[in-house]
């Protein structure tokens, strides 16, 4: 078949058309490729190549007032596993687990975290031994995903005497990192979960590393990254306290394994937190790297309750201690002075309809006055004082004085204490005219419907230490607030603090706490738990006071936990901490009871 010339050349120009068409795509194809999107395409290929490895941030250290350090960080390893699917990385655990001790919720634990975070190599052991690691090395051949490397491990010095306030760290949980607070955070992170830890978390994590290893096309590691640098993880600036920890190991060892409760001490005029210690403790190293099953039990079914922190989360009645707080109000009321007797004299008790309200010295004080009300502690003196006041002055005066706020302490989880904001509180409970004015005969002594804290005690008298103020509890440094509570005049203050100073001497409750050469104020009290053993209902012991009395250096608030004795064992407890504060040898003295 042939074909006009013309037809020839006609076809061979479209032809030529077409292949010059076919030519500037693919040119333009190839331009697109290689110049304009270069950096894109070099971008995926990187990262079908290489894969990114998290380098743990060392967290900062935190320190006491005098530079000792509080939490830092030891070399420890984490072992990770870097895989494609789900499936192939709970393939590649059970063969793990024929080499090291994985239990099956470790490797659950470890899937979940594949999930959440895929491109990310997925943490298997945290905080590894080096024995682990050690075997793992051995075995590596036989995994290609596996990643061993350094990672800080955190580490307490002190143990149990600082897990009160500085808390522990923990992987960051699945609806954590589902949270606003957690935003930016990633699978297998290390957060902290309790005390300073949790509460200056944005502070103390530190900014993760990358460093970056090369795989093949089925995700496992060929070897180190040519030419791509790793990028140095960055540790926070360190966390300075106002904790004492000389004081603060101290006040642990008073407490022993034995008895339990809380203590705080403050320095009244900055609110500077000295030591702060709930008894029993625990050892927070025992959570890094995740807490055993075995010891979280234990903690948890302990009856006395480790986990719980009994200075700013037990509500208790606060007992005798509180009598202060009524004497305030009925000075500031005018209905009472400190040389002021009520009508009716101690005898043992006091009737109110018919019900007999006892002291707690059977015995009675016989015709005091205020100031000696508050240095014997008699029951029936305030009594009367509570029904002068009448419950709407009570219930307003103890809103005045803080009594249903939080301390406001720089750590997480504060519980707000108990205290009636109005009468009505009382017909919400028990219905309208389902209660008297006998209410008021346990307010006035710290027992009813008052329930407060250790570090809210504590706060109430850095007021009576200084001129009626009372100032923020402050673990870290941070500014002071200071705000009145309660107004006196010159005279009123100071009658009441040299009744303070009067509790703890020979003529008053606390007689075996006194310190040679140093004046303590203060106040004992012994409050009703509702909790019997053997019959014989057991006590909350308190004592808050400070010292010197003529100049304050420290104010302390002890709790003891239902316990068989009375406030004057914490007064000891609380002198002995003042006493090793101060620097003054310790003295050896008979414990005496009383409220």
């Known amino acids: 078949m042939s074909f006009h010339p013309n037809e020839v050349a006609r076809r061979a120009r479209a032809a030529s058309f077409i292949l010059a068409g076919a030519i500037v795509f693919l040119a333009s194809a190839f331009f697109r490729t290689q110049i304009l999107e270069h950096a894109a395409y070099t971008l995926q290929s990187e990262t079908n190549r290489l894969r990114e490895?998290?380098?743990?941030?060392?967290?900062?250290?935190?320190?006491?007032?005098?530079?000792?350090?509080?939490?830092?960080?030891?070399?420890?390893?984490?072992?990770?596993?870097?895989s494609k699917t789900a499936e192939s990385l709970r393939t590649a655990l059970r063969g793990l687990s024929g080499v090291i001790n994985l239990t099956p919720e470790q490797i659950e634990a470890a899937v979940r975290r594949f999930r959440s975070a895929p491109n990310r190599p997925t943490v298997v052991l945290a905080d590894a031994s080096f024995d682990v690691v050690s075997v793992l090395e051995e075995h590596r051949v036989d995994f290609p995903g596996l990643i061993i490397q350094a990672a800080p491990k955190r580490y307490y010095p002190d143990k149990d005497a600082v897990a009160t306030f500085v808390g522990y760290t923990g992987e960051i949980t699945e609806?954590?990192?589902?949270?606003?607070?957690?935003?930016?955070?990633?699978?297998?992170?290390?957060?902290?979960?309790a005390?300073?830890?949790?509460?200056?978390?944005?502070?103390?994590?530190?900014?993760?590393?990358?460093?970056?290893?090369?795989?093949?096309?089925?995700?496992?590691?060929v070897g180190e990254a040519g030419g791509r640098g790793d990028i140095a993880p960055e540790s926070a600036d360190p966390l300075y306290t106002n904790i004492d920890m000389d004081l603060q190991r101290f006040a642990a060892s008073l407490f022993g394994d034995t008895l339990q409760g809380g203590v705080?001490?403050?320095?009244?005029?900055?609110?500077?937190?000295?030591?702060?210690?709930?008894?029993?403790?625990?050892?927070?190293?025992?959570?890094?790297?995740?807490?055993?099953?075995?010891?979280?039990?234990?903690?948890?079914?302990?009856?006395?309750?480790?986990?719980?922190?009994?200075?700013?989360?037990?509500?208790?009645?606060?007992?005798?201690?509180?009598?202060?707080?009524?004497?305030?109000?009925?000075?500031?009321?005018?209905?009472?002075?400190?040389?002021?007797?009520?009508?009716?004299?101690?005898?043992?008790?006091?009737?109110?309809g018919n019900r007999?309200?006892?002291?707690?010295?059977?015995?009675?004080?016989?015709?005091?006055?205020?100031?000696?009300?508050?240095?014997?502690?008699?029951?029936?003196?305030?009594?009367?004082?509570?029904?002068?006041?009448?419950?709407?002055?009570?219930?307003?005066?103890?809103?005045?004085?803080?009594?249903?706020d939080k301390s406001g302490i720089d750590l997480p989880n504060e519980t707000r204490p108990i205290w009636p904001f109005a009468a009505e509180y009382f017909d919400k409970k028990y219905g309208p005219g389902g209660w008297s004015n006998g209410v008021l005969l346990s307010l006035s002594i710290g027992q009813g419907e008052n329930s407060q804290t250790v570090a809210n005690?504590?706060?109430?008298?850095?007021?009576?230490?200084?001129?009626?103020?009372?100032?923020?509890?402050?673990i870290v440094r941070r500014q002071t607030e200071r705000s009145r509570v309660f107004k006196l005049t010159p005279e009123q203050l100071s009658g009441l603090q040299r009744a303070l100073a009067g509790v703890v001497s020979s003529r008053g409750t606390a007689a075996g706490a006194q310190i040679h050469g140093v004046v303590i104020a203060g106040k004992t009290g012994t409050a009703q738990s509702g909790?019997?053993?053997?019959?014989?209902?057991?006590?909350?012991?308190?004592?808050?006071?400070?010292?010197?009395?003529?100049?304050?250096?420290?104010?302390?608030?002890?709790?003891?936990e239902l316990v068989p004795y009375h406030g004057s064992v914490a007064?000891?407890?609380?002198?002995?901490?003042?006493?090793?504060?101060?620097?003054?040898?310790?003295?050896?003295?008979?414990?005496?009871e009383g409220d």
């Not at 005690?457 to 402050?474: C, H, I, K, W």
């Open 53 to 82: 490895v998290p380098l743990p941030a060392p967290r900062a250290t935190i320190y006491d007032r005098n530079g000792a350090i509080i939490a830092e960080n030891l070399p420890g390893y984490s072992v990770s596993i870097l």
């Open 175 to 193: 609806s954590e990192l589902n949270s606003r607070q957690y935003r930016g955070y990633k699978s297998g992170q290390e957060v902290g979960k």
């Open 195 to 221: 005390g300073l830890e949790r509460q200056y978390e944005s502070q103390i994590r530190g900014k993760e590393g990358t460093h970056f290893v090369e795989v093949d096309a089925r995700g496992r590691v």
């Open 264 to 352: 705080m001490a403050i320095e009244p005029k900055t609110g500077e937190v000295l030591a702060i210690h709930s008894a029993p403790s625990f050892d927070p190293n025992r959570f890094i790297g995740g807490v055993s099953t075995e010891y979280y039990s234990q903690l948890r079914d302990d009856p006395r309750r480790p986990l719980y922190n009994k200075v700013i989360q037990g509500r208790y009645p606060p007992g005798s201690i509180f009598k202060l707080a009524t004497a305030i109000m009925g000075l500031e009321a005018g209905i009472v002075s400190l040389d002021d007797r009520m009508p009716q004299p101690c005898t043992g008790g006091y009737y109110y």
């Open 356 to 404: 007999y309200f006892r002291c707690w010295d059977r015995k009675g004080h016989g015709d005091v006055n205020l100031a000696q009300a508050i240095e014997k502690s008699c029951d029936v003196y305030f009594y009367q004082l509570g029904l002068k006041l009448g419950i709407t002055r009570m219930l307003a005066g103890g809103v005045s004085l803080r009594m249903n």
């Open 457 to 474: 005690m504590a706060r109430f008298y850095t007021a009576l230490a200084t001129d009626g103020s009372v100032v923020r509890p402050e």
């Open 531 to 560: 909790v019997y053993r053997n019959g014989v209902e057991l006590n909350h012991a308190w004592f808050a006071g400070y010292a010197p009395a003529d100049d304050p250096k420290i104010v302390v608030a002890v709790m003891l």
């Open 571 to 592: 007064a000891r407890i609380a002198s002995q901490m003042i006493e090793h504060y101060l620097k003054r040898p310790t003295i050896q003295g008979a414990q005496l």
